[in-house]
C-alpha cells in the first residue's frame, strides 16, 4: 500500500524537490555574508581596476593600436578571481564545517544538489557580473574620450549601441559566469577550499604565463587557444578580430568546454564518493 | 615555617625545547599525505613547466642557395661575446690605424647628423638613403677609440659625441661615463682625447682644446702591444616602442650617423701612417649595408658616416626565463603554506598544539622554519634540476645561450627555491591572522602572484603600472629571477615581460622578505592575543 502511494507521488515530489534544492542553496548563499560581500567586492574592484586602466591608457594620433572595449573591461582580470573564490568556496565550506552532509541527506539525488548550486551560482554572478560589467564600461566611456579616444583618431564612445562593444559586455558577464563554474566544478571535485582556489586560480593565469616564456609563435597561438582563460577573453575584442587565434565566440566556446569538463568531473566524483 | 616547594616537572626540560617544537611540526607536515604530495607536485610543476617551454622554444634561419632552392634552417647565430663574456653588439665604421705602445689620439668633433627610416626595410635598390628622415638617435655615438683589434667584441675604450647624451666614456661595452653635456655643433664643438699608458686609457674632454677635463679611466686587462686606434661612428637603429595597454610593439628603421672631425693629432708611434677605413659589421645585422658607410678626408677634415653599435646586447637568457613555472609552484606552496595553519583551526588541534606549547609565538617560529626548509629544498632541486636540462633542449633547439656567469646562474637557482620558501612563510602568516584557508589562499594569490602576473602578460597593464606592481607588491621577489642586467645606454624594451625587473634582484627580494616579515609580526601579535 504504502509503495503505491510512494509511486503515485513520485513525479511530484521530483518537481517540488529541485525547486526545494534551489530554494535551499539560494538560502544557504543569501545568509552567509561572505559570498555577498565578495561578489560586492568583486564588482567594486572591476570596476576600479577597468576605471585605472581606461585613465593610464592614450592614444595621441590616429591609428592607434588599442581596443577601448577591452581596456574599460581590464578589471575582469581581478574580478573572475573572486568570481571562482565565491563558486570554490560554495562547495568546499559544506565540506569543510560538515554541512555537506547534511545537504546530501535532503536532497540524496546528487547530480540535482550540483544542479542547483550551479543554478544559484550563476544567476548570482550573473547579476554582479552584470553591473561589474556596466560600471566598467560607463568608466571607459567617461575617461577614454579625455585620452585621446576621440573620433578623430577613430574612435566612437563606447556604447552598448555598438554591435562588438555589446558582444564584449554580454561575453564577458557570460565568462564570469563561465569562470563561476569551472570553480564550482573544481571544487566539487576536489572538495578542499584552499587547493581548490589554488587549481582554479593556477589553471587560468597558467597558459598566459607559459605564452610569455614560450619563444616559439606558433606555440604561443596554442598555448592562447587552449587557455581557459586567455581564449575565454577574446570575447573583449572589438577591433583586429582578424589577428585573434580564435573568433570571440569560439574562445567562449573553449572555457565554456573547461567548465563543462570541471563540472563534469565534479558531478562524477560527488556521484561516486562518500561525503 | 613551612617551605614551599615550586612544582617540578619530572619530565626532562629537553621535551620543552625548541627543537622538540620543530620535531612536532616536522612530523605534523610529513604525516598530511596531501602536503608531502602538494610539494612534490610544485616541484614537478616547475620543472615540467621549464622543459616544456625550452622544448617549445625553437630558432632557426633559413637559407635559400641558388643551387639549393628548397631552404635549408640553421641554428640561431650568437652574437659576439664581450671581454667579460656578456653578448654584445660590435658594428660600427673604423676609420684605424696601428697604435705601437703608448701614445694618443685628440680630436675636434664639429657636427653629428644622422638619418633614419622609420618604416623598417630599405628600398632595394636605387638611392638607399632616399626617403629617409634626418635626425640622430639619443645614442647615436661618433668619437675616437682605441680597440686591441678588429675583431668584433674585442676590448675598447672610446670617446664619444651622442645624439641626447652629451659626451661619453664608454668602455668594454658595459661602461659608460658622463662627460660634458649638451650637443655638438660647429659653434659648440667638442674635443676628446684618449691616451694609452700600459693597459690604461684615459679619455678627457674639452670645449676649447686647451683645457682638458678627466671624463674616465678604463683598464683593459691584456690590451696588446699594438692597439688599433681611430675615428668611428655608429648609431642604432630608430625605434618607438609603445608600451600602452594592447601590448608592446615596437616600430622603427635602421639609421645613420655621420660626425665631422678635425685637428686630428696623433701623440706616440703610428707606425702605418695613413688611415683605414673599416666596417666592424655583424654577419646577420640590422645596420645599413657597407655601401652608405665610410668616411672622406681631406684638408684635416673627416667626415665619417657608420651604423650599428658598440653596446651591450639585450640578452635576456632563455635559461632563466625556462624558471617561469615558479609562479605555478609558488601557488602550490602558499596553498600548503595556508592550510599548515588553517587546518588546525579546522581541526581544532591547534588548542593541543598551544596547550603543549604555550609560548605562542616559538609555535608560529617553528611552523615558519619548518615549512619554509620543505619548501627552499623542493624549490632548489627542482630549479636545479630545471635549468640543465632546458638549457641542453634550448640548446638543440638551435638558441644561442646567453652566457650567465656561476654566480648568476646560483643566484637564480637559489633565488627560485627561496622565493618559494618567503612566499611560504608568508602564506603562514596570512593563513594565522585570517585562520580561514579561502580567505588565507585569496589574500596571498591576489597580492603575490596576481601582480606578477599582471606586469608580466604584457598588454593588461600599461608599462608605468607593471613597474609599480613589481616594485612594492610582494611579487617584486621575482626579481631574483632576473638573469641578465639592464644597461641604460641600450635602448631596448626593458620591461617585466622581457624578464627585466626595475628593482636589482636582491633588492626586490628584500621586498619580499620585509612583507614577510610585516606578516608574520602581525601574526605572532595576532596569535598571542586572540583565543585559538
Known amino acids: 500500500m504504502s509503495a503505491v502511494l510512494a509511486s503515485q507521488d513520485r513525479p511530484q515530489a521530483r518537481w517540488a524537490g529541485s525547486r526545494d534544492a534551489l530554494h535551499s542553496e539560494w538560502t544557504k548563499l543569501r545568509t552567509i555574508t561572505g559570498p555577498g560581500l565578495a561578489l560586492i567586492a568583486a564588482i567594486a574592484l572591476t570596476a576600479a581596476l577597468g576605471a585605472i586602466a581606461a585613465n593610464a591608457a592614450g592614444c595621441q594620433a590616429r591609428g592607434c593600436q588599442i581596443d577601448p572595449a577591452k581596456v574599460s573591461l ?8 573572486i568570481v571562482a573564490i565565491v563558486a570554490v568556496t560554495v562547495v568546499g565550506g559544506e565540506y569543510s564545517t560538515g554541512m555537506i552532509r547534511l545537504t546530501l541527506t535532503a536532497v540524496p539525488r546528487r547530480w540535482q544538489v550540483l544542479a542547483a548550486k550551479a543554478a544559484v551560482v550563476s544567476a548570482a554572478t550573473l547579476a554582479a557580473g552584470a553591473v561589474a560589467v556596466l560600471g566598467s564600461l560607463l568608466a571607459g566611456r567617461l575617461l577614454l574620450y579625455g585620452h585621446g579616444f576621440t573620433p578623430a583618431h577613430g574612435y566612437e564612445p563606447l556604447s552598448l549601441g555598438t554591435a562588438a562593444v555589446l558582444r564584449a559586455a554580454a561575453g564577458s558577464v557570460l565568462y564570469l559566469v563561465l569562470i563561476a563554474l569551472l570553480g564550482l566544478g573544481i571544487a566539487t571535485a576536489i572538495r578542499d577550499t584552499a587547493t581548490s582556489i589554488g587549481v582554479a586560480l593556477g589553471l587560468l593565469y597558467l597558459f598566459p604565463i607559459i605564452t610569455s616564456f614560450v619563444a616559439d609563435p606558433h606555440w604561443q ?15 573583449q575584442a572589438t577591433t583586429n578580430l582578424r589577428s585573434l587565434p580564435l573568433t570571440p565566440w569560439q574562445g ?3 572555457l565554456a568546454a573547461w567548465a563543462a569538463g570541471a563540472l563534469l568531473a565534479g558531478g562524477v566524483m560527488l556521484s561516486l564518493r562518500d561525503a | 615555617m613551612s617551605v614551599i616547594t615550586p612544582y617540578r616537572t619530572e619530565l626532562s626540560s629537553s621535551r620543552d625545547g625548541f627543537a622538540q617544537l620543530l620535531r612536532a611540526e616536522w612530523t605534523k607536515f610529513r604525516t598530511v599525505r596531501g602536503w608531502v604530495i602538494g610539494t612534490v607536485v610544485g616541484a614537478l610543476i616547475i620543472v615540467g613547466l621549464g622543459v616544456l617551454t625550452a622544448s617549445k622554444s625553437m630558432c632557426s634561419i633559413a637559407t635559400v642557395t641558388r643551387q639549393n632552392p628548397n631552404p635549408v634552417f640553421h641554428a640561431c647565430p650568437a652574437p659576439a661575446t664581450g671581454p667579460g663574456g656578456e653578448w654584445v653588439t660590435d658594428s660600427f665604421y673604423f676609420v684605424r690605424q696601428p697604435l705601437a705602445g703608448n701614445g694618443g689620439l685628440t680630436v675636434r668633433i664639429t657636427s653629428l647628423t644622422g638619418l633614419y627610416s622609420t618604416h623598417g626595410g630599405l628600398p632595394s635598390g636605387g638611392n638607399l638613403l632616399a626617403g629617409m628622415t634626418r635626425g640622430v ?5 661618433a668619437g675616437i677609440i682605441i680597440k686591441a683589434s678588429t675583431r668584433r667584441g674585442s676590448a675598447y675604450a672610446a670617446m664619444m659625441v651622442t645624439g641626447s647624451h652629451g659626451v661619453r666614456m664608454q668602455w668594454n661595452f658595459t661602461h659608460d661615463v658622463a662627460g660634458t653635456a649638451g650637443k655638438v655643433s660647429a659653434a659648440s664643438p667638442r674635443w676628446l682625447r684618449l691616451t694609452r699608458s700600459g693597459d690604461v686609457i684615459s679619455g678627457y674632454d674639452s670645449a676649447d682644446g686647451r683645457h682638458w677635463t678627466l671624463v674616465g679611466r678604463a683598464v683593459l686587462a691584456g690590451l696588446p702591444a699594438t692597439a688599433q686606434a681611430g675615428l668611428f661612428a655608429a648609431t642604432p637603429g630608430y625605434t618607438v616602442n609603445s608600451t600602452s595597454l594592447g601590448g608592446t610593439s615596437s616600430v622603427g628603421g635602421p639609421a645613420l650617423a655621420t660626425a665631422t672631425f678635425d685637428r686630428v693629432s696623433r701623440q706616440g708611434t703610428w707606425p702605418a701612417g695613413r688611415w683605414t677605413g673599416q666596417d666592424i659589421q655583424a654577419p646577420v645585422d640590422s645596420a645599413l649595408p657597407r655601401s652608405v658607410q665610410g668616411f672622406t678626408q681631406g684638408r684635416g677634415r673627416f667626415t ?23 609562479f605555478a609552484g609558488l601557488i602550490a606552496m602558499v596553498v600548503i603554506g595556508v592550510m599548515f595553519v588553517t587546518a588546525e583551526y579546522r581541526r581544532g588541534l591547534i588548542r593541543t598544539t598551544l596547550t603543549a606549547s604555550p609560548r605562542r609565538g616559538r609555535v608560529l617560529a617553528a611552523k615558519a622554519i619548518v615549512l619554509a626548509a620543505v619548501t627552499f629544498v623542493a624549490g632548489l632541486v627542482a630549479a636545479a634540476i630545471t635549468i640543465p636540462i632546458s638549457e641542453h633542449l634550448l640548446r638543440a633547439n638551435g638558441n644561442p645561450i646567453s652566457p650567465l656567469s656561476a654566480a648568476t646562474l646560483l643566484r637564480v637557482t637559489a633565488g627560485t627555491a627561496a622565493l618559494l620558501a618567503v612566499g611560504a612563510v608568508l602564506a603562514v602568516a596570512v593563513g594565522t591572522l585570517l585562520r580561514r584557508s579561502a580567505a588565507a589562499v585569496t589574500a596571498v594569490i591576489a597580492g603575490v602572484v596576481l601582480p606578477y602576473l599582471l606586469a608580466v602578460i604584457s598588454g593588461v597593464l600599461p608599462a608605468g603600472a607593471e613597474e609599480w606592481l613589481v616594485r612594492v607588491t610582494p611579487a617584486a621577489g621575482f626579481a631574483v629571477q632576473q638573469g641578465a642586467p639592464a644597461y641604460h645606454q641600450v635602448v631596448a624594451t626593458y620591461t617585466p615581460g622581457t624578464g627585466y625587473f626595475p628593482l636589482a634582484p636582491w633588492a626586490g627580494f628584500a621586498v619580499l622578505c620585509a612583507w614577510a616579515a610585516v606578516l608574520v609580526t602581525l601574526a605572532a601579535f595576532r596569535l598571542r592575543r586572540s583565543d585559538a
Open chain 1, 252 to 254: 567562449l566556446g573553449v
Open chain 1, 221 to 235: 597561438r596554442h598555448m592562447d587557444q587552449i587557455g581557459p582563460m586567455t581564449a575565454g577573453l577574446y570575447i
Open chain 2, 137 to 141: 638617435q639619443p645614442w647615436s655615438k
Open chain 1, 74 to 81: 581590464t578589471g575582469i582580470y581581478l574580478g573572475q578571481a
Open chain 2, 304 to 326: 665619417v658616416s657608420g651604423s650599428g653599435d658598440i653596446a651591450p646586447a639585450d640578452s635576456a637568457s632563455q635559461v632563466e626565463h625556462t624558471l617561469g613555472g615558479a
